[in-house]
């Protein structure tokens, strides 16, 4: 699928779209669901998103902080989740050498 650019302020970060599909339970509410990869020191700048986020790691450790809150390393196998519209003020690879990878699911309005 087509590859999102995002914004980074260090090494490389892609984020690709590896589904997207309508929640047949939740009428006008959909789900997509991408695979953010972060090269060694990667990261992207402050964003936002317009839904509920959750995100599991897949590879590596990420560092992530919401609005003001502290910087939490997340590694391979852990998972965090962030409210509509929250600042993700960090969002980092945890490693200069290895890359890190999350997959996230991000639940919106329909289209």
Same mark, same amino acid.
């Given at each position: 699928?087509?590859?999102?650019?995002?914004?980074?302020?260090?090494?490389?970060? =892609?984020?690709?779209? $590896?589904?997207?599909? +309508?929640?047949?339970?939740?009428?006008?509410? #959909? &789900?997509?669901?991408?695979?953010?990869?972060?090269?060694?020191?990667?990261?992207?700048?402050?964003?936002?998103?317009?839904?509920?986020?959750?995100?599991?790691?897949?590879?590596?450790? =990420?560092?992530?902080? $919401?609005?003001?809150? +502290?910087?939490?390393?997340?590694?391979?196998? #852990? &998972?965090?989740?962030?409210?509509?519209?929250?600042?993700?003020?960090?969002?980092?690879?945890?490693?200069?050498?290895?890359?890190?990878?999350?997959?996230?699911?991000?639940?919106?309005?329909?289209?």
């Amino acid at each position: 699928m087509a590859e999102e650019a995002r914004p980074n302020t260090g090494g490389d970060v =892609v984020s690709e779209i $590896v589904f997207k599909v +309508p929640l047949p339970n939740a009428p006008g509410k #959909e &789900v997509t669901l991408y695979r953010v990869k972060y090269g060694p020191s990667g990261a992207q700048a402050p964003h936002s998103q317009p839904g509920f986020t959750l995100s599991y790691v897949l590879e590596g450790s =990420v560092v992530i902080a $919401v609005g003001d809150g +502290p910087e939490t390393q997340y590694s391979k196998g #852990e &998972v965090f989740s962030e409210n509509p519209f929250e600042v993700r003020a960090v969002a980092r690879n945890a490693s200069s050498e290895r890359p890190a990878t999350t997959l996230v699911f991000l639940v919106t309005d329909s289209e």
